[in-house]
């Protein structure tokens, strides 16, 4: 009776939510924006270094979103290897003999790293970019990975750090190089924005999907864990 | 900044750093611990002295500095804040004396002297204050420094008691906060200035005035045990005996009354406060406290307990002396700041002698201990015969002052008052002493301790004995210039014509 | 130079957080020390700078608002960058001590504690409401990961709360900056403080500010939406307590504040500001009593930030369509406020550890009888208390004080009694603690003294917490510095 | 009415059901879930409201791929602490655990 009357309230509340919401959007959709940030945007275009304005936002305009935005993603990897069982990562129940998954990796293994690559490659003048290569370049570790494939460098070990830090690290040091020349930090010195931009992807692709199969990896759980303060231990 | 901006600081910090050190000594460290309290103290009492001549010549010793923003920290002397600071610094000395040896060889004695010095500062900063804020600013501090003190014991009695004075003086802090906000609020930082604030001023704020009045003087009431804000102090008493006498003699219940007082004279202005209207209720609240708790000292059997109903009863004195409007009254008052510390401290330390020496802590027990221990009982006759009032003994002073000032604005009341209060503390007072002095001691002492040559510890046994001579002095010595009754008259003088 | 200064604080932090990473705790540890003098000096250097230059707005990468983002670096964000200096470098120099070296999984305590650092210059620093998020959510998750850092069942209960409860809390952020955008076609804060001190305010626009400060509300714990915090800051190791308590929960009301004092007069109304007093006032009462039934040391102090973090929301009402010298006022005392509460709050959870270190155990009433030790962290965290109680001369004082004054001054007179109560509540559970150290008791035989270095960290903050009351007009005074709107330095 | 008018409104709806699922599920994944179908209309409306103004705007699209990058993040983090905590206290949900206050005697 009781989980009723507060699902009831639950839901009218939400409902209550949504209505509003969307009574706001409906308002607001009516408005005119007073500033124009696609005209501006195209304005300055050519000074991004890349030809697809997303490309041009994520890692140029507002590249310090970005930069944060992999830091979320680092710690997400450190904070899932800290679970992870440090001893071997070799877990039999995740292991099939599918022969099909077996023939299917075979033919996808291949096919899905060339897609990474090409969706790397778009990035510049169309849509793609180093987040949709690094999410497939996991999937396709993911499918290797059920389909048994070791993948030692995965232990949480040095390795996998460096390949966690790795893109990170670059982009990093890319924007405090200008920095230090006296520019403002994240700024790309002028004449090689683009040829810097493409390295940050690429090394972007690796780490990104280097840590979403860090994070798939990690599931399995040390059982080792640290007494509470105060506890007995 | 010249060092005249800096003696007042120094005051104050001496007995600060000496806190810190003490603190930071171990526990074993008995020599140095001591050397370190009474040479703090010493300074102290040299720093004070050095002030109380410079501000008899009109020298004007001060530090401010703003705090927060629209408010400023002042530190400043002028000739009431020294006979607090002149109290409380050569009471501080005594009483650390009279600590030492009391608290020999017992736990935790890094920890008592350190808030012992915490609190003396605060009591410095309090009377040092050129304003409410930084009033507050001190009071609040003596609250926090006082409670491990209170609590010292570490019993669960003491923790009770602990606890009902907390709630008892931070409710009145924050009241007293309260009050001094919206003070602020209404008209600004005032400074603390002779002659008040509100002589003539805005009959628009009046109301607000007096709320904010009665607020002050509920807020310091607290510590000033004014009725019905008293039934923390009786039962503080299981502290250690020289927390008590500093509590009662000096800092804690001082500091309320000195409150009252800054807020009467300083701030609202005796006239002010007059043509408000807020005197007579005031006396009329102190008459009723000094009888009342008078007879609740009647029945009192525990003999720390009786001398804190006295305690209430005596501090109302100097509150009734202000709130008569008129200038002999008032210097019958602020003299009574000095008598009653110097006697109630008397007769603390007494109290702590027998209770130390022979486990006496019940009026009953009392039987003979004129004999075993006569320095001590002699200092208690001439305490508890300077609080009735016998002449020429200190407490003669203030109520002959205060009488014909209350008969020189047609007060006729407050004399009965006078009388009648007199009549009661010689009927709390008078069977204990002859309990001590007339009646055959019991076959034992509930607990007797052995000390050599003297009656008890030499630590203990001088200081009784010195403030009981002090008893005697100020009352015969009156009339020399910087004695207490003096220096009032130099007070209420500046007061009156500012 | 500014420019220098400005890069390193950016880059500092996330440098050292890819150092810490590819080490084991002792290197990291030492190399963190490094780091930690280095982000002081810079943060210290840019506080000088603005001080003395006042503030500006940075554009990074060389791009202007709106097109990119800017940071604005005025005297009220470079204070906070360096009260997160301070503090960080505390609980950083305490963990290395306090933390055990030898469990392979504390390596990842460094990197996770420069990210957090890191998240915190970005909010402070931020001007753009969608980096605001990203900043936020680089605070969350890394908060998230610290608590859950080796952590048994109980301590992985508090941190899916505390995850779920931040990750609700920036999606309502996000959907009200959403319709921001979708409002104004733009993110820069300024831009639309701008676009509204010259039109009229279009419809709809107010549940994007409501959804904002609500979203921020529930990462900042406020009554009714408190239920998340003191588990997480109870379970989690005391620098760590320390660390979220202090800093990060300031981090979503510091957003919260800047929007509200900002576009609040256009787009809020005076009920909900009064509202928002309300809870703030409730989850004083709460707060504070539940504190005062806490068993556990650790919970007591979490409870006490409940109670604590009420007190920020009275800047609400205390800003809204009232005089400018009140809302002065009021901007001051919950300045002053957060920074000495940040102060103490971090120094009691750190004296927190090292009591639960040396007693042995986590409950209050293991404090009796310890007080014959001498037990120093039992004083700063007396110390650290007084500024909790809002005693003078303590920064919470002089918060108090202030907010008093902007109560008085503004009418609300309500409020005033809501902070004279709560000074006394907080008083119960702070004596409380008290309390149990002053019991004497014969059965307490042993007591462990921690090392030094763990016992002075505790007692600096609480003296700073203490002393910052001395000097808040000093401190306050770098805050109403001339802030320079046009282009960058 | 447009079309991105359209997947705003949409996003609104989800809003409201992710929002409702998250208060209301008890299993920690479908809590998770929820909260992904949430941001999803979170996402919905950022896209969908400026669009519906002024035409295809990169701005936005770019800010929700940051946005997706950061949900992933999250949600993967609160995966690996949910089955962390499943495998050490057998529990899928918050709603079993000992009252908040201390004074049980775990």
Not at chain 3, 121 to 126: K, Q, R, S, T
Not at chain 4, 77 to 92: E, F
């Amino acid at each position: 009776m009781m989980r009723a009357l507060q699902t009831l309230v639950m839901a009218l509340a939400c409902l209550a939510f949504t209505g509003v919401l969307a009574t706001s959007i409906w308002t607001i959709s009516g408005n005119p924006t007073p500033v124009n940030l696609t005209q501006l945007l195209t304005e300055n275009m050519g000074r991004s270094g890349v030809e697809h304005p997303v490309t041009a936002v994520l890692l140029n305009f507002r590249s310090y979103d970005t930069l944060l935005e992999i830091g979320v993603l680092v710690i997400a990897g450190i904070a899932g290897i800290s679970m992870a069982k440090t001893a071997s990562l070799e877990d039999p129940a995740m292991r099939t003999s599918d022969s099909l998954l077996y023939a299917l990796q075979r033919w996808f293994v291949p096919l899905m790293l060339v897609l990474a690559g090409y969706l790397l490659w778009a990035g510049a003048d169309r849509p793609g970019g180093a987040f949709q290569a690094g999410a497939v370049l996991a999937a396709t570790g993911v499918l290797m990975r059920l389909g048994g494939s070791p993948m030692e460098f995965l232990r949480p070990g040095l390795m996998l750090r460096l390949g966690l830090a790795l893109g990170f690290t670059v982009f990093l040091l890319v924007a405090v190089a200008s920095a230090i020349g006296g520019d403002a930090f994240l700024a790309y010195p002028p004449g090689m924005t683009k040829a810097l931009i493409v390295v940050i992807e690429t090394v972007l692709t690796l780490s990104i999907a280097m840590v979403l199969l860090a994070l798939f990896v990690s599931a399995p759980v040390n059982d080792a864990e640290d007494p509470e303060e105060g506890a007995p231990s | 900044m010249t060092l005249n901006t800096w003696i007042p600081v120094l005051a104050l910090m001496t007995s600060l750093i000496a806190s810190l050190v003490i603190f930071a000594l171990p526990e074993k460290g008995y020599r140095l611990r001591t050397a370190v309290n009474l040479g703090a103290a010493l300074l102290k009492l040299g720093l004070v002295v050095v002030m109380v001549w410079g501000v008899f010549r009109g020298v004007g010793y001060g530090v401010s500095f703003t705090m927060v923003p629209g408010v400023t920290f002042v530190l400043k002397a002028d000739a009431f804040s020294m006979m607090f600071a002149g109290l409380s610094a050569v009471l501080w000395l005594l009483t650390t004396i009279y600590a030492v040896g009391y608290l020999e060889d017992s736990p935790n004695r890094s920890r008592f002297f350190g808030f012992f010095s915490l609190c003396v500062a605060s009591t410095m900063g309090i009377a040092l204050a050129g304003n409410l804020f930084t009033f507050f600013l001190f009071y609040e501090m003596l609250t926090l420094s006082t409670y491990p003190l209170v609590v010292h014991r570490g019993t669960e009695k003491a923790l009770k008691a602990g606890r009902t004075y907390v709630i008892y003086t931070l409710t009145g802090g924050a009241v007293l906060l309260l009050a001094i906000a919206w003070l602020h609020g209404v008209v600004g930082d005032l400074p603390f200035r002779e002659g008040g604030h509100f002589t003539g001023s805005d009959p628009d704020i009046h109301r607000s005035l007096t709320l904010i009045f009665i607020l002050l003087v509920a807020g310091l009431g607290v510590k000033a045990a004014i009725f019905p804000l008293h039934g923390w102090l009786p039962q503080a008493m299981v502290a250690p005996a020289p927390v008590s006498a500093l509590l009662h003699a000096v800092a804690v219940v001082k500091a309320g009354a000195f409150g009252i007082v800054r807020v009467v004279h300083d701030v609202y202005g005796v006239d002010a406060s007059s043509a408000l209207g807020l005197l007579e209720p005031l006396a009329w609240l102190a008459a009723f406290t000094i009888i009342y708790a008078s007879v609740r000292a009647l029945w009192q059997v525990d003999l720390k307990r009786r001398l804190a109903f006295s305690t209430v009863s005596q501090v109302s004195y100097i509150i009734l002396g202000v709130s008569i409007f008129g200038p002999v009254a008032a210097v019958g008052g602020l003299v009574h700041l000095l008598h009653q510390g110097i006697m109630k401290i008397t007769l603390f330390f007494c109290a702590g002698n027998y209770a130390e020496t022979l486990g006496i802590h019940r009026i009953d027990e009392m039987d003979g201990a004129g004999r075993r221990m006569p320095g001590t009982s002699v200092a208690f006759t001439i305490g508890a015969f300077g609080m009735i009032g016998a002449p020429p003994l200190a407490g003669f002073i203030t109520k002959w002052t205060m009488g014909s000032g209350a008969l020189a604005v047609n007060m006729d009341w407050v004399v009965v008052v006078l009388v009648a209060s007199s009549l009661l503390n010689a009927a709390y007072f008078l069977p204990v002493l002859y309990r001590l002095w007339f009646r055959k001691p019991a076959a034992h002492w509930p607990h007797e301790r052995q000390w050599g040559r003297l009656e008890t510890s030499a630590w203990l046994f001088w200081p009784p004995l010195l403030t009981a001579v002090m008893t005697v002095m100020v009352g015969v010595l009156a009339s020399l210039p910087f004695s207490p009754l003096s220096w009032a008259e130099l007070i209420v003088l500046r007061e009156y014509s500012p | 130079m500014t420019l220098w200064l400005m890069a390193g604080l950016l880059f500092t932090p996330l440098a050292w957080a890819v150092l810490t990473l590819l080490m084991n705790f002792t290197w990291g540890r030492l190399v963190t020390w490094v780091g930690i003098v280095v982000q002081v000096l810079v943060s210290l250097g840019l506080w000088l700078a603005v001080s003395r230059d006042g503030g500006f707005y940075y554009g990074l990468g060389g791009w202007e608002a709106p097109l990119g983002i800017e940071l604005r670096v005025d005297g009220l964000a470079v204070t906070f960058v360096l009260l997160t200096a301070v503090v960080a470098s505390a609980c950083g120099w305490h963990a290395g001590v306090y933390i055990d070296a030898d469990k392979p999984w504390h390596r990842y305590f460094w990197p996770l504690f420069w990210f957090l650092w890191s998240g915190l210059n970005a909010v402070w620093l931020g001007g753009d409401l969608f980096n605001l998020y990203v900043g936020l959510e680089l605070i969350s998750l890394s908060a998230v990961g610290l608590v859950a850092l080796g952590g048994k069942a109980g301590a992985l209960r508090a941190s899916i709360r505390y995850l779920l409860a931040a990750l609700l809390g920036s999606l309502a952020y996000l959907l009200g900056v959403a319709l921001i955008y979708g409002q104004f076609g733009t993110l820069s804060i300024a831009g639309v403080v701008f676009w509204l001190e010259e039109h009229p305010v279009p419809a709809g626009s107010s549940l994007a500010l409501a959804l904002m400060v609500t979203g921020l509300a529930l990462k900042t714990a406020l009554f009714p939406l408190h239920r998340w915090l003191p588990p997480a800051h109870g379970i989690a190791k005391s620098p760590v307590s320390a660390l979220l308590s202090a800093l990060v929960v300031k981090a979503s009301f510091y957003i919260a504040a800047r929007l509200w004092l900002e576009l609040g007069e256009p787009l809020g109304n005076l009920a909900a500001a009064q509202l928002v007093g309300l809870l703030g006032s409730a989850a004083i009462v709460w707060g504070s009593w539940l504190a005062c039934r806490q068993l556990e040391l650790k919970q007591v102090v979490a409870y006490s930030s409940v109670a604590q973090i009420g007190y920020l929301f009275l800047l609400f009402p205390l800003t809204y369509s009232v005089s400018e010298s009140v809302t002065l006022q009021a901007q001051q005392g919950i300045t002053l406020q957060v920074i000495s509460h940040a102060l103490a709050k971090a120094a009691m959870f750190l004296a927190a550890g090292n009591l639960i270190l040396s007693t042995g155990s986590s409950r209050v009433d293991a404090l009796k009888g310890v007080s014959r030790f001498l037990p120093f962290s039992l004083f700063s965290f007396g110390l650290a208390g007084v500024s909790l109680m809002s005693l003078p001369p303590s920064g919470g004082f002089a918060a108090k004080w202030l907010l008093l004054q902007a109560s008085l001054g503004s009418g609300q007179w309500w409020w005033v009694l809501v902070l004279l109560v709560g000074g006394l509540l907080s008083a119960a559970y702070v004596f409380r603690i008290y309390r149990a150290s002053f019991l004497e008791s014969s059965e307490t035989d042993h007591f462990y003294h921690p090392p030094r270095s763990l016992e002075i960290i505790p007692m600096i903050l609480a003296l700073l917490s203490l002393g910052l009351g001395l000097v808040s007009a000093e401190v306050l005074s770098v805050m109403a510095l001339p802030f320079e709107e046009e282009g960058s330095p | 009415m447009t079309t991105p008018l359209l997947y705003a409104l949409a996003g609104a709806l989800l809003c409201g059901i992710g929002l409702f699922g998250l208060l209301w599920l008890r299993h920690l994944l479908r809590k998770l879930l929820a909260f992904n179908i949430m941001g999803s209309g979170v996402f919905l409306v950022m896209v969908g409201l400026p669009q519906h103004q002024s035409g295809p705007d990169p701005v936005p699209q770019a800010l929700v791929l940051t946005g997706i990058v950061v949900a992933i993040a999250a949600t993967a983090l609160a995966v690996v602490l949910i089955r962390r905590y499943y495998h050490l206290s057998g529990m899928s949900s918050l709603e079993d655990e000992p009252s908040p206050r201390g004074d049980d005697p775990e």
